[in-house]
């Protein structure tokens, strides 16, 4: 690579490492940048991955007060159920042919676009109903597991727009304040990659350059995000977030 595309993968880091504490969809910004530079797509999406676990690592330190609400049986729950989803999704990306995640990532990209389009509805619903719960629930419902299984599984797999599922499975699961329900997102994110880049690091093939680029912007974008990402324009924000998505999921169906 050259020195301005070192650049231009230290800034999607920073700007990936924003969106993992913000609003979830930080390989949607950081991966096509790597597609961009000509890296396979099996091997951009494992070094996206393990370039993204700083951003995640810091995202989460940035919401420790946030985590302190979470009872701690819920908390330790919903991280060990996500991170054994990721070892599904991580297996399946590894196992697949090449051929099928570089079919598939472009209808992902799209799937996310939608996902983060609606964003505004899930937000509202989940604090409509965080407006009329009463008490907290002492467990996790089978659904609630098997749902935030699923979102590690795909987290795993993709991970794009993994946040803002995980926003919507542990906001209906769980009767947590939405701002705690986003520092769990992110936490549970960081355990899914954490497993994930575990198994790509001694399995899968890897551009080490791309990833450690990336670590460098995501491990402050990552803190950032927790501190000032959520009094960014949001509207705007998601504007842009689908716009560069339908753009690059267009551009690899070429």
């Known amino acids: 690579m050259t020195g301005a595309e070192h650049v231009a993968v230290i800034a999607a880091g920073f700007g990936a490492g924003i969106l993992t504490s913000t609003v979830g969809v930080a390989s949607l910004l950081s991966f096509p940048v790597l597609i961009a530079l000509g890296i396979p797509p099996v091997v951009a999406n494992a070094s996206n991955t393990l370039g993204l676990l700083p951003g995640a690592l810091s995202g989460a330190f940035g919401y420790r007060r946030e985590l302190r609400e979470v009872p701690r049986n819920q908390l330790v729950a919903v991280v060990v159920i996500c991170a054994v989803g990721a070892i599904g999704g991580a297996a399946l990306l590894l196992a697949l042919p090449s ?45 609630t597991i098997v749902f935030t299984a699923l979102t590690g ?102």
């Open 99 to 143: 051929r099928v995640f570089a079919s598939a990532a472009p209808w992902l990209i799209l799937f996310t676009c939608l996902i983060v389009g609606v964003q505004p509805w899930i937000a509202r619903w989940l604090r409509a109903r965080s407006d009329h719960q009463h008490g907290l629930r002492p467990s996790m419902s089978p659904a």
């Open 153 to 254: 599984v795909y987290g795993g797999y993709f991970g794009a727009g993994a946040g803002v599922m995980m926003m919507a499975v542990l906001g209906l699961g769980l009767d947590l304040e939405l701002r705690v329900v986003n520092g769990l997102k992110t936490l549970a994110l960081l355990a899914a990659n954490l497993v994930a880049s575990i198994i790509f690091v001694f399995i899968a093939d890897l551009d080490l350059t791309a990833s450690g680029l990336l670590a460098a912007g995501s491990i402050v974008g990552g803190y950032v995000g927790a501190h000032i990402g959520r009094r960014l324009p949001a509207t705007l924000l998601r504007v842009l977030i689908v716009l560069a998505g339908v753009v690059a999921a267009v551009l690899m169906l070429r």
